[in-house]
């Protein structure tokens, strides 16, 4: 009896095919990325071995991947890896997804430092550690703590500061925001946050990759502020005198976020930075107290 033979790229054009059906963005990489994870394999590897017929265990472990990426899971979530600044991060369903427009604080940053600065960092909302631990492994000498309310996202960063061999220059802390620090005679040279910053009502807006993120990491009340106000007020408490700070925001909030700084007196250079897009990215001001 005849079986049905499937190549690497008999399986990778079914696959892009079939996202393609689903109105996925990226049809042809989510495929790939995808079948290089369960082969084990760069996605080079697919293009020299396209006529390689795959074996049954190989489909068997493919099958389910295709699977919760057609319900909009997306796809570093479902292989449990995201490459970011050159560092590839553990992630999962329960963390915000490292993304490139973040990239920019981190670029930001390393320009405003020099490398061998021994500066010490608070990342508040640390998710799994994109910005801290990225920052800490450019900048050997820094040091630095990530608050994090997320138990799930709190673990991920450790799993992701082991990896990066950066324990010895980190601390990952439980923390509803400045919580943590409450009383303590905490300072910092430079403080970052990538906070939930969606509008309430934007919700129908997003894409169904997004929507399955956890929603804690998403959404900053009614208006997408409610984070930098907290941020904004408090951040001054943890500050070192001419000590910066350098907030992730949405392409539209730029003004606003500026004003929550301004109308505490405490800041000055206050300037917004653009990604690679052209779209207003990140706030940086310097604490004067």
């Known amino acids: 009896m005849y079986k049905e033979i499937w190549t690497i790229g008999r399986i990778l054009q079914w696959t892009e095919q079939y ?24 996605r080079i590897y697919l293009y020299t071995h396209y006529d390689q017929p795959l074996i049954q265990e190989e489909l068997d472990a493919f099958r389910p991947l295709v699977q919760e990426r057609a319900k909009g899971h997306c796809v570093a979530a479902i292989i449990g890896e995201k490459d970011f600044m050159g560092l590839t ?19 930001h940053v390393l320009g405003t430092y020099q490398k061998d600065s021994n500066i010490r960092i608070l990342d508040v909302c640390t998710g799994p550690g994109t910005i801290l631990l990225s920052l800490l492994h450019y900048l050997p000498n820094a040091c630095g703590m990530g608050i994090e309310i997320s138990t799930d996202a709190l673990s991920l960063a450790k799993v992701n500061s082991e990896r990066f061999n950066l324990n010895d220059r980190v601390q990952l802390l439980e923390s509803d925001m400045f919580s943590v620090l409450d009383g303590k005679n905490e300072q910092f040279d430079l403080i970052v946050s990538n906070p939930p910053y969606i509008r309430a009502g934007d919700a129908k807006l997003l894409s169904q990759d997004v929507l399955n993120e956890p929603h804690i990491a998403l959404f900053g009340g009614e208006d997408g502020l409610d984070f930098y106000r907290i941020l904004a007020k408090t951040c001054g408490t943890y500050l070192k005198s001419r000590g910066h700070i350098a907030f992730e925001i949405g392409f539209d909030q730029a003004e606003a976020v500026k004003a929550l700084l301004e109308e505490t007196g405490q800041y ?22």
């Open 89 to 107: 991060f553990k992630v999962n369903d329960k963390v915000l997804i490292p993304r490139p427009d973040t990239e920019t604080l981190i670029e």
């Open 19 to 42: 996202f393609q059906s689903k109105e996925m963005d990226t049809p042809r990489l989510d495929g790939e990325v995808l079948l290089s994870h369960v082969l084990g394999k760069d």
């Open 268 to 289: 000055s250079n206050i300037r917004c930075i653009t990604d690679l897009g052209g779209n207003d990215r990140v706030v940086t001001a310097i604490y004067e107290g």
